[in-house]
């Protein structure tokens, strides 16, 4: 007999279910009751995607919030220290929702500063110059970590304006792209703040924005994408669209995050090789929203190497040098143009807007 009287499944065939909280398949152990006496729920258990969802839902947590539960627990047991034993309730009692955990929104506020040190901030500013980007990340309350060098922010932050969590990632200030190498740069500010016992339940990047009842933005269209930096090149470029983004492909694309979007219209933009696995879950949105589509853009205009390396809207977008690029390239092979700039206080037309 193992050790622990509470403990994860052990794994065979098949035994791994679907999380509770991201949506993906075969990713999630239950919690047993060595002795057969506790019979727990499916939600109680672990996520294998510790930094993407990082989703634990301990038996002591379930005994906690089902006080019902512990009511019913033996006095011996319960007086001598020995392990929590569910006993048989007379007859079942409603799953109660582990409640959700919420960071200090004075968090967000003392990370947006520091964006010098920011490489996400830096190249932004190459590509849609500097006050686009600095209105881009207000709107949308994109953060400087002291981690990695100054790594980006994505705070998320529900309709309510409670702020669910905070995705640290690092990005090369001279390609825009993501560091993999050595290692993936990302983690989240709960993880590294080492918060007890946070519970963890992401919502849609720029989420907070839908609770705009401003005639502009209550009538807008909303369109999903997977990255949160796609979600901002996007907001930019096509202003059109209130820009969401699920924080990868599975990410938290289920349907109880998606009721935020009730009532809109709305479109999925799906990085390429992801149009298909997205288009399938256009039956969750439609009961949901007024009307739910998936764009399939990206798979008639793209070759096949662009589709090979799965490239995303963003990309698209980027694919032609902007204004701004083409005068930072300028600057590089002459510096002194900057000088010039900066003497006579000359301003580059912006090539986009931000509302």
Same mark, same amino acid.
């Given at each position: 007999?193992?050790?622990?009287?509470?403990?994860?499944?052990?794994?065979?065939?098949?035994?791994?279910?679907?999380?509770?909280?991201?949506?993906?398949?075969?990713?999630?152990?239950?919690?047993?009751?060595?002795?057969?006496?506790?019979?727990?729920?499916?939600?109680?258990?672990?996520?294998?995607?510790?930094?993407?969802?990082?989703?634990?839902?301990?038996?002591?947590?379930?005994?906690?919030?089902?006080?019902?539960?512990?009511?019913?627990?033996?006095?011996?047991?319960?007086?001598?220290?020995?392990?929590?034993?569910?006993?048989?309730?007379?007859?079942?009692?409603?799953?109660?929702?582990?409640?959700?955990?919420?960071?200090?929104?004075?968090? $967000?506020?003392?990370?947006?500063?520091?964006?010098?040190?920011?490489?996400?901030?830096?190249?932004?500013?190459?590509?849609?110059?500097?006050?686009?980007?600095?209105?881009?990340?207000?709107?949308?309350?994109?953060?400087?970590?002291?981690?990695?060098?100054?790594?980006? $922010?994505?705070?998320?932050?529900?309709?309510?304006?409670?702020?669910?969590?905070?995705?640290?990632?690092?990005?090369?200030?001279?390609?825009?792209?993501?560091?993999?190498?050595?290692?993936?740069? $990302?983690?989240?500010?709960?993880?590294?703040?080492?918060?007890?016992?946070?519970?963890?339940?992401?919502?849609?990047?720029?989420?907070?924005?839908?609770?705009?009842?401003?005639?502009?933005?209550?009538?807008?269209? $909303?369109?999903?994408?997977?990255?949160?930096?796609?979600?901002?090149?996007?907001?930019?470029?096509?202003?059109?669209?209130?820009?969401?983004?699920?924080?990868?492909?599975?990410?938290?694309?289920?349907?109880?995050?998606?009721?935020?979007?009730?009532?809109?219209?709305?479109?999925?933009?799906?990085?390429?090789?992801?149009?298909?696995?997205?288009?399938?879950?256009?039956?969750?949105?439609?009961?949901?929203?007024?009307?739910?589509?998936?764009?399939?853009?990206?798979?008639?205009?793209?070759?096949?190497?662009?589709?090979?390396?799965?490239?995303?809207?963003?990309?698209?977008?980027?694919?032609?040098?902007?204004?701004?690029?083409?005068?930072?390239?300028?600057?590089?092979?002459?510096?002194?143009?900057?000088?010039?700039?900066?003497?006579?206080?000359?301003?580059?037309?912006?090539?986009?807007?931000?509302?």
């Amino acid at each position: 007999m193992t050790e622990y009287r509470f403990h994860l499944q052990k794994y065979r065939p098949g035994s791994k279910t679907a999380c509770p909280e991201c949506g993906r398949k075969s990713c999630f152990t239950r919690y047993i009751d060595e002795t057969g006496q506790v019979s727990f729920p499916d939600n109680v258990g672990i996520c294998d995607h510790i930094n993407s969802c990082g989703y634990h839902y301990t038996p002591k947590e379930y005994f906690r919030d089902n006080p019902t539960v512990k009511e019913k627990l033996n006095k011996q047991e319960r007086n001598g220290g020995t392990p929590i034993v569910a006993k048989a309730l007379a007859k079942p009692q409603p799953e109660q929702k582990p409640q959700i955990s919420f960071l200090p929104s004075d968090w $967000v506020e003392q990370s947006m500063r520091r964006y010098d040190i920011n490489p996400l901030h830096r190249y932004f500013i190459r590509v849609m110059g500097k006050k686009n980007v600095d209105k881009l990340f207000s709107l949308y309350r994109v953060g400087t970590s002291r981690r990695r060098g100054g790594a980006t $922010v994505f705070w998320q932050i529900d309709r309510n304006s409670n702020v669910r969590a905070g995705k640290i990632m690092g990005y090369d200030a001279e390609t825009g792209h993501r560091i993999k190498e050595p290692f993936n740069q $990302v983690s989240w500010v709960h993880s590294v703040r080492k918060l007890p016992d946070f519970r963890m339940k992401q919502c849609l990047f720029g989420e907070h924005l839908l609770s705009d009842t401003s005639a502009t933005m209550s009538t807008k269209p $909303v369109a999903v994408v997977e990255s949160e930096k796609t979600a901002l090149v996007a907001a930019l470029f096509i202003p059109d669209f209130i820009w969401l983004a699920t924080g990868g492909m599975h990410g938290c694309f289920n349907s109880e995050t998606m009721q935020v979007l009730g009532g809109r219209e709305v479109v999925l933009f799906p990085d390429l090789k992801a149009t298909e696995e997205w288009r399938q879950r256009l039956p969750m949105l439609e009961p949901v929203c007024r009307r739910a589509t998936c764009s399939d853009m990206l798979e008639r205009i793209a070759t096949g190497a662009q589709r090979s390396q799965g490239l995303d809207i963003a990309d698209f977008l980027l694919m032609e040098d902007t204004p701004q690029m083409i005068l930072a390239k300028m600057i590089e092979r002459n510096p002194m143009l900057q000088t010039f700039i900066d003497t006579f206080g000359l301003e580059l037309v912006d090539a986009g807007r931000v509302e």
